[in-house]
């Protein structure tokens, strides 16, 4: 599909040294791509906030001997 956008000159210049005439279209699609991802994951953050409560953990005591006793637990890996 075509698009048609306005780029300053300087952007353009840039552009070109960055990726080349003939292949413009290729790296502003790549940097799309990668700008809405980025995009997406943040929705996602944003739409996981509050998902956990503040308290009523089992780590709320004492968080370092939570981790601790988790690293010890030969079921966990990593």
Not at 14 to 39: N, Y
Not at 45 to 60: R, T
Request: no cysteine.
């Amino acid at each position: 599909m075509r698009l048609h956008i306005t780029i300053d000159d300087a952007l353009v210049a840039e552009l070109d040294k960055r990726a080349g005439r003939r292949r413009r279209s290729t790296f502003i699609a790549e940097l799309l791509r990668r700008g809405l991802e980025d995009e997406r994951r943040w929705d996602d953050i944003e739409a996981a906030l509050g998902a956990i409560p503040d308290e009523g953990h089992e780590w709320d005591n004492d968080p370092a001997g939570w981790v601790r006793d988790q690293r010890a637990d030969p079921r966990r890996v990593g």
